[in-house]
């Protein structure tokens, strides 16, 4: 028979860190609430970054985004700017960000394990500067959101050694059917529509 201690479930901060230790104080000391030197560097090699939103009622969306490095417009130490381009319509992150301005941003270098975070309120701007600056392929951005800065922080690379998520060795296409399958079956579609899915699919990503 097992002598383990059940523990209940920590209900909140301070039961977390009774539990498992204090918060690391260099993770936490190295939060900023702006945008410095090392974070500017960092955005200006960036090329992906994950826009994480949410509704009035609390409802998470999490939205990638991403263009050629310096694609992210950063305005001062307190501001920062995300194109948004024309894609499937449904403006998830817009939407939310109009009921709840609070985002959390993830941003990506490719082969690099560090990743930076920032959090903070944002809002949707159409000024026409602004998305002419925004540009890519020749092309203005339909919208841009811009985020306040209220915390700026770098990421430890755990979890990407973890995954070895860089590891080339490790690099596939998804395995499963096509997408236009995958699609066809998700909406109901005839099974021959599925060719032509894939066809529209191919195409489609042609015009970034």
């Not at 979890?159 to 690099?171: G, I």
Request: net charge neutral; with cysteine; aromatic share 8%.
């Amino acid at each position: 028979m097992s002598t383990a201690t059940i523990q209940s479930l920590p209900g909140n901060a301070q039961a977390l860190a009774r539990r498992f230790g204090d918060p690391d104080q260099l993770a936490v000391k190295h939060k900023l609430p702006y945008i410095d030197e090392a974070a500017t560097r960092f955005l200006e090699q960036c090329p992906f970054v994950i826009v994480s939103t949410a509704d009035a009622q609390g409802r998470c969306d999490a939205s990638p985004k991403g263009d050629p490095p310096g694609f992210i417009g950063i305005g001062d130490k307190h501001t920062l700017y995300l194109p948004d381009r024309a894609g499937n319509k449904m403006f998830q992150s817009i939407s939310n960000i109009l009921e709840n301005p609070h985002v959390g941003l993830l941003f990506l270098i490719p082969g690099e394990e560090w990743t930076m975070r920032i959090n903070g309120h944002a809002r949707i701007t159409d000024e026409p500067q602004l998305l002419e600056k925004l540009s890519a392929r020749n092309r203005p951005a339909q919208l841009a959101i811009e985020v306040k800065v209220e915390e700026c922080y770098f990421h430890c690379p755990k979890s990407f050694k973890r995954a070895e998520l860089w590891n080339t060795d490790n690099f596939h296409k998804y395995d499963g059917d096509s997408w236009g399958v995958i699609l066809a079956q998700r909406t109901k579609l005839e099974k021959e529509k599925a060719k032509e899915l894939d066809g529209m699919i191919k195409e489609s990503v042609k015009n970034l």
